[in-house]
């Protein structure tokens, strides 16, 4: 018997202890799915998986309720595996073990799947419930949400009825969230033929450290170095002050993380090199000034390595740096109907120059669909000036809000009379399952929401208890006040 079985609401936790029985990584969905079916088959309920995978359930209105707008509650039953290194844990086979902590549940060296295993837990307790008022349900329950969101980009239009989608997949009991943003990966690339350096030459390697880098959605705002965009404006000033030539340029490796590190090697005429020296340790303090506070610590070092084999020809060196330069790089435009949030931005990501080719690779996320293609198209007119092929591939649509969705309306209503105050009303500035869902059935009115989790994705893992109860009565006060048709 696991304790948790014994915390408020029971209904829920109880589902939530099932769902830690039942493997369900991500990429791994037999198991999940069936007991996901078979679950709504013994309540009686239609329940059936689509073509790509996800389950669906159906109940019918309660006795009166049959007016309402139908209500489609959306949850994904995949969950990240990560464990501890010293942790033995087979994600296929084994049950996650969880344990009670203060006021939070927890799983012994692995991650907890209360992402999204809480909402999974909150439908099943709906569906089973025989006490509620409600329209007409569907749950949709998504498979692979983590991996790729494959669940999402493979449901059919047409597949549900509902008008209302409630995504129980937020992190942060008491904001609703009411839109998200797409994104599309840019990547340009060309090919140079290398020029060889003259022998008299010497080189320097320059790195750029110690930035604070960060998720490119969700912490693009704090305006945070780019180490690739710094870089290049150090490149681009050595080039002009020293007379030198670039040989390479690497740095940033994931597509979805502000680059933290950036090197470069030049080569100068060692009767140019007077100055440089202190040229850089000026650069670093002027570096650190502008960014006092958001980055503390940037390091901007030089050391002497050996002549590079091949340096890059001046034009096409030329060209590149500038486009670094010109490239649109961070938050572009706020959300005009939403305070202080982002809307449309990029991120200057990877960017490898070296050995004849030329990569970068940039990450454009926008809540509007146009102002995402005004982005890329932007950024591939400024990387076809430097002569680069251009390509967009990973495209998918944001969720763009509307404050005047009729459900907001109810549910913020709602929320203030059960607990006193407003919830927060968001736009996170990253990829949810609702942007797809949104594209896929035109005309949705969204609202994503949960209990209080922490660190997920990570052994740390964590669920707040004090936020499930509100979670869950808020779901079914919101189930009772949907509007009518
Ligand atoms: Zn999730």
């Given at each position: 018997m696991s304790t948790i079985l014994q915390l408020a609401p029971q209904n829920v936790w109880k589902h939530f202890y099932s769902l830690t029985r039942i493997p369900r990584p991500s990429g791994h969905m037999e198991k999940i799915t069936e007991f996901l079916v078979n679950f709504g088959k013994r309540l009686g309920l239609e329940s059936f998986v689509d073509e790509v995978g996800n389950v669906i359930i159906r109940k019918p209105a309660t006795p009166g309720m049959e007016n309402r707008k139908g209500v489609i509650l959306q949850a994904h039953m995949d969950m990240v595996p990560q464990k501890n290194n010293d942790t033995v844990h087979d994600f296929t086979k084994d049950p996650i073990e969880t344990y009670i902590d203060g006021d939070w549940v927890k799983a012994k060296g692995t991650?907890?799947?209360?992402?999204?295993g809480l909402g999974v837990a909150a439908i099943m307790a709906v569906l089973e419930a025989d006490d509620l008022k409600h329209g007409p349900l569907e749950a949709l329950i998504t498979k692979d949400e983590e991996t790729g969101m494959y669940g999402a980009f493979g449901l059919k239009p047409g597949t549900l009825g509902g008008e209302i989608l409630l995504n129980l997949d937020s992190e942060d009991e008491g904001e609703l969230y009411i839109g998200c943003a797409g994104g599309i990966d840019i990547t340009a690339t060309m090919e140079y033929k290398e020029e060889v350096p003259a022998a008299d030459l010497v080189a320097r390697k320059l790195t750029l450290k110690g930035l604070r880098g960060g998720h490119s959605g969700l912490e693009i705002n704090q305006g945070r170095g780019n180490a690739n965009k710094l870089l290049a404006r150090i490149v681009h000033d050595l080039l002009i002050e020293f007379d030198c030539q670039l040989s390479s340029f690497e740095g940033g490796n994931m597509r979805n993380a502000i680059p933290r590190e950036a090197h470069a090697i030049l080569v100068f005429n060692p009767e140019d090199i007077e100055g440089l020296e202190d040229y850089i340790k000026e650069y670093e303090r002027q570096l650190n000034e502008e960014y006092t506070p958001i980055e503390s610590g940037i390091t901007l070092t030089m050391e002497t390595v050996s002549l590079p084999l091949a340096v890059v020809p001046e034009e096409i060196q030329d060209n590149l740096i500038n486009a670094l330069m010109a490239c649109q790089n961070g938050v572009m435009r706020m959300i005009?109907?939403?305070?202080?949030?982002?809307e449309t931005s990029s991120n200057l990501a990877i960017v490898i120059i070296g050995d004849g080719k030329a990569d970068v690779r940039i990450l454009a996320r926008s809540s509007c669909d146009t102002m995402k293609d005004f982005l890329s198209d932007s950024l591939t007119a400024c990387f076809s000036m430097a002569g680069m092929k251009i390509e967009l591939s990973g495209a998918y649509s944001g969720w763009q809000p509307n404050v005047d969705s009729p459900i907001l309306h109810a549910m913020k209503l709602s929320y203030k009379q059960q607990f006193g105050v407003e919830p927060a009303v968001k736009v996170i500035h990253a990829g949810l399952e609702c942007g797809i869902i949104g594209a896929n059935c035109p005309g949705l009115d969204m609202i994503s929401f949960g209990p209080t989790l922490r660190s997920?994705?990570?052994?740390?893992e964590r669920a707040y208890i004090p936020s499930v109860p509100k979670f869950y009565d808020f779901l079914v006060a919101t189930l009772e006040q949907t509007p009518e048709k």
């Open positions: 991650t907890l799947g209360a992402d999204d005009p109907t939403v305070p202080d949030t982002v997920p994705h990570s052994p740390d």
